[in-house]
């Protein structure tokens, strides 16, 4: 079975814990612990995401030099190097040496025209008070929004269109090696208008989930699974009504409103996967991947079945 695991923010860094390289490493020790049965049995692809990764090259450059911070595109390549070392380490420490990895530098594409360039919506870098965030936007040309009681730069979030490494990815597949591409959303870019058709880097952040569907539904997998902090996806999160789902079809989420900066994006996304190929996608924890495969944990949505079931 081939299956296209997207590791959540929580398997690189939990929340509190200091950005280092011993942090970052202990984490993905754990959940290298969890894909690796996965990948003794199954066809392993992963993703993964990058947040603050990013966020920490971009201080460190603007540390170096305020006027010339490096584009988030090439920050986005840094991180998935940097973390796709660690994860083939980690993982390769537990499996056979005859096993074979690779990390692939991922670029998607986005359209120019997508309405998410019109509203700039994702965090990226530090928190600011109002006065300093107002004069970082009018020296940069960022748009800064309020995050709780401070301020952060937003960037657009446009949808991944197009991923121009799936012809190696595939060919990787084929020859039994377990592939880590798409972290973060992949690295964005886009076509410049014109005869030419030049291909550079954006100023942006795609969303891994949306992206992580898009590389599990042109990869063919037979199953996709995001892993998070949660256990399930949730019916009424945070009151003393709340209730996992267990098993959902696409059409019984559909009225369902879920946290746009949360589970949102994954209910979406899996929702997506199982209507446009007719598979099965889930959401749940890291530590419970062997049992959500098996479909005794986690959030199954697919086609198949009627309305939402809760535990």
């Not at 049965?37 to 030099?65: C, E, R, T």
């Not at 991180?79 to 499996?95: A, K, P, S, V």
């Not at 965090?123 to 929004?145: M, N, Q």
């Not at 991944?160 to 992949?186: D, S």
Request: charged share 20%.
């Amino acid at each position: 079975m081939r299956i296209v695991v997207a590791l959540g923010g929580n398997a690189l860094l939990k929340r509190g814990e200091p950005m280092t390289a011993e942090v970052q490493r202990a984490n993905i020790r754990v959940a290298a612990e969890a894909l690796a049965p996965i990948a003794s049995a199954h066809q392993l692809v992963i993703s993964h995401g990058n947040g603050p990764q990013v966020g920490l090259l971009a201080l460190q450059g603007a540390a170096y030099k305020p006027d010339e911070a490096y584009p988030l595109d090439v920050l986005g390549a840094e991180t998935e190097g940097m973390i796709g070392y660690i994860i083939e380490q980690e993982l390769g420490n537990l499996l056979p040496f005859e096993v074979p990895f690779a990390t692939v530098l991922t670029m998607v594409e986005v359209d120019p025209d997508d309405p998410g360039f019109q509203n700039p919506t994702k965090f990226v870098g530090p928190v600011y008070e109002k006065d300093e965030a107002d004069r970082l936007a009018a020296e940069k040309g960022w748009v800064v929004k309020a995050d709780g009681a401070k301020w952060r730069r937003v960037v657009p979030s446009p949808l991944p269109t197009r991923i121009f490494e799936i012809r190696p990815i595939k060919w990787l597949l084929e020859h039994h090696t377990i592939v880590i591409c798409a972290g973060g959303g992949g690295i964005p870019t886009m076509y410049q208008p014109g005869a030419e058709r030049r291909l550079v880097g954006v100023e942006a952040v795609i969303d891994k989930d949306l992206c992580s569907e898009l590389l599990a539904r042109e990869l063919d997998a037979d199953l996709f699974v995001m892993l998070t902090d949660a256990e399930a996806v949730y019916l009424d999160w945070g009151t003393p009504q709340q209730r996992a789902i267990r098993r959902a079809t696409p059409a019984s989420l559909a009225a369902v409103p879920f946290a746009a900066g949360s589970m949102g994006p994954k209910v979406a996304a899996a929702c997506r996967f199982a209507e446009e190929t007719g598979k099965t996608a889930a959401i749940g924890a890291l530590a419970d991947l062997s049992a959500i495969i098996a479909g005794t944990a986690g959030t199954t949505i697919s086609i198949d079945g009627e309305g939402i079931q809760c535990a």
